[in-house]
Antibody
C-alpha cells in the first residue's frame, strides 16, 4: 500500500521561501500524478499544483507566479517551493497522489499527514 | 475556474439517521466529482470518486450520485465515527476545486 510522508519547515518570516517535500513508499511512484494542497486554519481546501514522474506539471493560476513543484524520481520524492510568503500563506499543506487511469478525471488518495506552515514576523 | 458549492453548510444528525449532502458545479463536469471526509487535525479521506464509485475500504453506507452539475453524497445510517466535515471536489479540469464543506455533527 502506497504511503506518503511529508516534511519541511513550519515557521517562516514574511518574504522567505516555503519548502516542503513528500516521500512515497510501498508502491509505484511512477503510476501517480502528485499534488500539493493547502488549507488555511478553519477554511477549505485549495489545490496548488501537480507533477508526474516525468516532470509534467500543472499549476493553479492563483499561485503560479510564486510556486515551483519538482520531482526526484530516483528517490520517490516530490517537492513544493513557494516564494515571498506572507501571512496569507499560513495553512496546513498536504501532498497527495492520483493513480493514473484511463479517465482524465482527478481524485486524490493517498494523502500525507499535513504540515502546518505559519508565516509570522 | 469551476466553482463548487455545497449545501447545507452544516447539519445535525442522530446515529442511524439518513444524511444527504448536495454539491453543485458552476458548469457541467459529467461525473467528475469526488467526496472526502475530514476530521479535525487529519488529512482528507477519499470516500467516493467519479460521482458514484466507492473507494476501497469505505463502508457501503456511503454512496454518491449525480452527473452534470448536481451531485449528492448520502450516508444511509449515520454512525458515531461519521461526524466530520465533508467536501466535494471537481476533478474535471485544473485548477481542481473543492466545495466549502458540510459539517455533520451530533444532534
Amino acid at each position: 500500500q502506497v504511503q506518503v510522508e511529508q516534511w519541511g519547515a513550519g515557521l517562516l518570516k514574511p518574504s522567505e521561501t516555503l519548502s516542503l517535500t513528500c516521500g512515497v513508499s510501498g508502491g509505484s511512484f511512477s503510476g501517480y500524478f502528485w499534488s500539493w494542497f493547502r488549507q488555511p486554519p478553519g477554511k477549505g481546501l485549495e489545490w496548488i499544483a501537480e507533477i508526474s514522474h516525468s516532470g509534467t506539471t500543472n499549476y493553479n493560476p492563483s499561485l503560479k507566479s510564486r510556486v515551483t513543484i519538482s520531482v526526484d524520481t530516483s528517490r520517490s520524492r516530490f517537492s513544493l517551493k513557494v516564494t515571498s510568503v506572507t501571512a496569507a500563506d499560513t495553512a496546513v499543506y498536504y501532498c497527495a497522489g492520483h493513480w493514473i487511469t484511463d479517465s482524465p478525471s482527478r481524485w486524490f488518495d493517498p494523502w500525507g499527514q499535513g504540515t502546518l506552515v505559519t508565516v509570522s514576523s | 475556474d469551476i466553482q463548487m458549492t455545497q449545501s447545507p453548510s452544516s447539519l445535525s444528525a442522530s446515529v442511524g439517521d439518513r444524511v444527504t449532502i448536495t454539491c453543485r458545479a458552476s458548469q457541467s463536469i459529467t461525473n467528475s466529482v469526488n467526496w472526502y471526509q475530514q476530521k479535525p487535525g487529519k488529512a482528507p479521506k477519499l470516500l467516493i470518486y467519479a460521482a458514484s464509485s466507492l473507494q476501497s475500504g469505505v463502508p457501503s453506507r456511503f454512496s454518491g450520485s449525480g452527473s452534470g452539475t448536481h451531485f449528492t453524497l448520502t450516508i444511509s445510517a449515520v454512525q458515531p465515527e461519521d461526524f466530520a466535515t465533508y467536501f466535494c471536489q471537481q476533478g474535471n479540469s485544473p485548477p481542481f476545486t473543492f466545495g466549502p464543506g458540510t459539517k455533520v455533527d451530533m444532534k
